[in-house]
């Protein structure tokens, strides 16, 4: 390999001009990231805590109509339990969305590494005498795995546009 090419003036000024974006781009991305996960946890606390507080409304329902019930009507009690369970499914939803938002983070946080580590390996290039063949091609390399991110946000965002277009045929049928 050519270990002793340099690039000229000229071609650094258009690998600089690469570079410099790249850079800002990865650390917005890194940003949003940190804000996501922040807006993740914030929303899933927040919700957590409406639930709790809906919950315990429906426990003080249900406490109250046990006790009014003399006897122990089978039925009544059996309705009591079915409202206790659908109570325990309102907290799937926020756990979920939770989740999804972190997962959504990790990979934005991903990207935002990706890019910063392509454009400092640009930035090399350009910085740097006597290894500008090896140097872009580390470049390459961080850009190609920034874009290997990429890739698996388009195919996770059409999954999603596919079961929400899913969802919403279903529901309008």
Do not use: C
């Amino acid at each position: 390999m050519a270990t002793n090419y340099e690039f000229d003036e000229s071609q650094n000024r258009v690998i600089r001009s690469v570079a410099r974006p790249m850079g800002v781009v990865g650390s917005l991305v890194l940003l949003v990231s940190l804000l996501g996960f922040a807006g993740s946890g914030l929303n899933t606390y927040v919700a957590l805590k409406a639930v709790g507080a809906h919950n315990a409304r429906v426990d003080a329902s249900i406490a109250a109509r046990r006790a009014r019930v003399s006897g122990g009507d089978p039925a009544l009690i059996a309705g009591l339990e079915m409202e206790r369970q659908a109570q325990q499914r309102l907290i799937v939803p926020p756990i979920v969305a939770g989740l999804l938002g972190v997962v959504w983070s990790l990979i934005f946080l991903s990207l935002g590494g990706s890019l910063r580590r392509a454009s400092a390996a640009f930035h090399a290039v350009v910085d740097t005498q006597g290894n500008d063949i090896d140097r872009m091609m580390d470049a390459v390399r961080d850009l190609s795995g920034a874009y290997s991110i990429v890739r698996i946000l388009v195919i996770y965002m059409i999954a999603a546009l596919a079961i929400v277009g899913i969802g919403l045929a279903t529901v309008l049928r």
